[in-house]
T-cell receptor
Framework: GEDVEQSLFLSVREGDSSVINCTYTDSSSTYLYWYKQEPGAGLQLLTYIFSNMDMKQDQRLTVLLNKKDKHLSLRIADTQTGDSAIYFC????????????FGQGTELSVKP | EPEVTQTPSHQVTQMGQEVILRCVPISNHLYFYWYRQILGQKVEFLVSFYNNEISEKSEIFDDQFSVERPDGSNFTLKIRSTKLEDSAMYFCASARGGQVETQYFGPGTRLLVL
């Protein structure tokens, strides 16, 4: 079945890089996404990667995709205290009405 | 920047009561979604809606749930007879297209069933 797994917590120091990892199961997923959720807020799209790409860079964010291992990661360079939030990985299985399957979210804590 | 809005932000209801959660998607979007997040659990897909009909629904979306686009701007989720286990944060999302288009999420409605 469809499943997305993430580690629950990550703690880093301000200025360090953060790497959040995700594994997924559905190889039909065309796009994979990273969403950010700040306290009391909705889900904000951070970035996405098309399944035929290995890497995508967007300012401080780098997404790496290993399709063979179904492994996705999000690297945040020069992590700031404002990056503290929950980060969700999501896949969108092919031909299922566009639904997103989310991981349980990784809570990133950035210490000054 | 256009955004998805949801009302109310919080709702408390008694078990067995009907609730209607409202969403205003981004105006030129054609695909609409509801998700829910029970406290401490994953965000779960409930239903997708396009061209005035449901295109996909999950096992959670049973006969107690319904969706409607009553006019050109609102998209609603109705729960006919709420149960304690319906307590969750409900998120609406919209997208311009289907499979490959980005979904934009609203801030959510926190529903508490007593």
């Amino acid at each position: 079945g469809e499943d997305v797994e993430q580690s629950l917590f990550l703690s880093v120091r301000e200025g360090d890089s953060s790497v959040i990892n995700c594994t997924y199961t559905d190889s039909s997923s065309t796009y994979l996404y990273w969403y950010k959720q700040e306290p009391g807020a909705g889900l904000q799209l951070l970035t996405y990667i098309f399944s035929n790409m290995d890497m995508k860079q967007d300012q401080r964010l780098t997404v790496l995709l290993n399709k063979k291992d179904k492994h996705l990661s999000l690297r945040i360079a020069d992590t700031q205290t404002g990056d503290s939030a929950i980060y969700f990985c999501a896949e969108s299985p092919y031909n299922q009405g566009g639904k997103l399957i989310f991981g349980q979210g990784t809570e990133l804590s950035v210490k000054p | 920047e256009p955004e998805v809005t949801q009302t109310p932000s919080h709702q408390v209801t008694q078990m067995g009561q009907e609730v209607i959660l409202r969403c205003v998607p981004i105006s030129n979007h054609l695909y609409f979604y509801w998700y829910r997040q029970i406290l401490g659990q994953k965000v779960e897909f409930l239903v997708s809606f396009y061209n005035n009909e449901i295109s996909e629904k999950s096992e959670i979306f049973d006969d107690q749930f319904s969706v409607e686009r009553p006019d050109g701007s609102n998209f609603t989720l109705k729960i006919r007879s709420t149960k304690l286990e319906d307590s969750a944060m409900y998120f609406c999302a919209s997208a311009r297209g289907g499979q490959v288009e980005t979904q934009y999420f609203g801030p959510g409605t926190r529903l508490l069933v007593l």
